[in-house]
C-alpha cells in the first residue's frame, strides 16, 4: 500500500550551488548527500517530514541525470511514493498494465527498496516507489 | 519560513482518467476537484498528509497548464512550498534576486494565498510559495 509521498527529486546541473540555494534561500535543513554508485547519481536530502526534497545530480558526470539534464534541463525529474509492502505494490500495478524500468526492486538511497515505474504508463511522470530499509 | 511540502502539482491532459489512475490503481484518497477560475485551472487533491498530489488541467480547454501541455505534454508542473508569512518569504526571496510570476501573492486553491517563482530562477523548477485560508 502506498503510505507516503517519500519525496520529489530535482536533477540540477550544479548541486553545490543547488543545495546553498534550499539551505539558504528557502531555509531548509540539509540532511547530507549520498552517491547512490548503482544509480550513477549523487544526491542531496532536504527533509520536510515525512516528505522530502530530493536533488538529483550526475555522479562522475554520467548516467541517467546526464541524460536527463541534457535533453530536458534542469527541473523536476521524479516523486516517489512509499510503500509497505513493495512487492504487492507493484505485483498489482503491473497486474493492471503499468511498465517498470527494471523487473525487480533494487537497493537505492538510504538503503531503501526502489523501483521506478515508466513516465508512458503514468501521465509522463516518472514515479518511483520505494520501501525504506531497516537502517532508515 | 517554509514550514512544508505543500503539495507537487502534475499536468494532465485527462483529468477524470488521471482521478482514476490515482484512486483505483495508486489507491490514493480522492479528496475532491476545485475549479480555479482566475488561474484558469481544473484542480484535483489526493491528499497524502501533510502533502497533497494536485492534478492541474485546463479550465475550458484554455489557460497556462493547456500551455504547459501543449509545450512539454504531460508530466510534474510544480512544487509549492507552505509558508507562515508569505509576505515575508517573498520580500526575502526578491531582495535575492528571484523573479516571481506576479507582484504579491493572489487567491488560490482552497481560499489560500499564493505566488509563482519564475523557473528561471530555480534550477528550472516551477515554485508555488502557499499560505493557508482561514478555512484551510
Redesign the interface.
Known amino acids: 500500500?502506498?503510505t507516503?509521498?517519500d519525496h520529489?527529486a530535482?536533477a540540477?546541473?550544479d548541486l553545490e550551488k543547488?543545495i546553498k540555494?534550499f539551505m539558504d534561500?528557502?531555509?531548509?535543513t540539509f540532511e547530507g548527500r549520498e552517491d547512490v554508485a548503482a544509480a550513477k547519481t549523487s544526491t542531496a536530502f532536504f527533509p520536510?517530514p515525512?516528505?522530502s526534497?530530493e536533488l538529483v545530480h550526475p555522479l562522475n558526470g554520467e548516467g541517467p541525470i546526464a541524460g536527463f539534464l541534457e535533453k530536458k534541463?534542469?527541473?523536476?525529474?521524479?516523486?516517489c511514493?512509499r510503500s509497505d509492502d513493495i512487492e504487492a505494490d507493484v505485483a498489482?500495478?503491473k497486474a493492471?498494465g503499468?511498465q517498470f524500468l527494471s523487473e525487480a526492486p533494487s537497493l537505492g538511497a538510504h538503503n531503501s527498496k526502489v523501483i521506478f515505474i515508466h513516465?508512458k504508463s503514468?501521465?509522463?511522470?516518472l514515479i518511483e516507489i520505494n520501501q525504506p530499509g531497516d537502517e532508515h
Chains 1, 2 share one sequence.
Open positions: 500500500m502506498i507516503a509521498l520529489i530535482i540540477v546541473p543547488s540555494r534561500d528557502f531555509g531548509l520536510l515525512p516528505t526534497i534541463g534542469a527541473g523536476l525529474h521524479h516523486l511514493f498489482r500495478l493492471k503499468y513516465p503514468c501521465d509522463g511522470v
